[in-house]
């Protein structure tokens, strides 16, 4: 990964420090089912395609990329809809606004932003004769991103939940959390990100 890359997510991220929260809305495909669509989870939530948030400085759109390889949560201050392929069959959106979670978070100023970086070890990947096709490389990537309010923290996850109850981190979906907890059965270890004792 490049400074400038680097750099350039870390001036995102920290910039939104101060910005007040107006309206959050979520995204997914079209739901075609006749059931609603599951998302509230109770101390998290899956809003799959991206969380849009109207902020006093304008749309900030969280949503997963593959910026960092293979995938990682970004913050664009832009409407989210300049991110999906919009047509008349979705992606659709869902306010959430009202949502208790969220309602104790309106008005609120985002206070600070952290971002948890997952390191992933590959490679050597080799041939089928055992011969080194590329040497093995080290990756950083923001699997997780930690918004405080004076109501507490919310964060914002790239990750997948399975069928199983597990999750898939990092994945190419997002997932928001708001309690300590959740982050732990999720996998994140405990310290100051997850606001919890290190053992």
């Known amino acids: ?9 870390d001036r995102k991220t ?20 006749d059931e ?13 395609m ?4 109207k902020t006093s400085a304008g749309p900030v759109s969280v949503i997963w990329t593959d910026t ?6 970004e913050v664009f201050s832009e409407p989210i809809t300049k991110f999906l392929a ?11 606004t009202d949502h208790p979670e969220w309602r104790s978070r309106m008005g609120q100023q985002v206070l600070a932003v952290d971002t948890h970086w997952e390191r992933l070890e590959l ?22 991103l930690r918004f405080d309010f004076a109501a507490g923290p919310v964060w914002f996850v790239a990750g997948i939940p399975t069928e199983a109850g597990g999750v898939f981190i990092p994945g190419d979906e997002i997932m928001v ?19 919890t004792p290190t053992p």
């Open 36 to 48: 609603p669509r599951e998302w509230d989870y109770g101390d998290w939530h899956h809003a799959a």
């Open 68 to 73: 960092f390889y293979p995938y990682g949560v």
């Open 1 to 9: 990964m490049s400074v400038s890359v680097r750099g350039e997510f």
């Open 86 to 96: 919009m047509s008349d069959d979705g992606p659709e959106r869902w306010t959430v």
């Open 14 to 33: 920290t910039g939104l420090v101060g910005v007040r929260i107006d309206l959050v809305d979520y995204w997914d495909i079209h739901n075609f089912s």
């Open 177 to 195: 959390v708001f309690t300590s907890e959740a982050m732990l059965r999720l996998g994140f270890p405990a310290g100051s990100f997850t606001g």
């Open 50 to 53: 991206g969380v849009e948030l």
């Open 123 to 144: 490679g050597p990947a080799r041939y089928s004769n055992g011969r080194i096709a590329e040497a093995a490389r080290t990756l950083e990537l923001p699997a997780a």
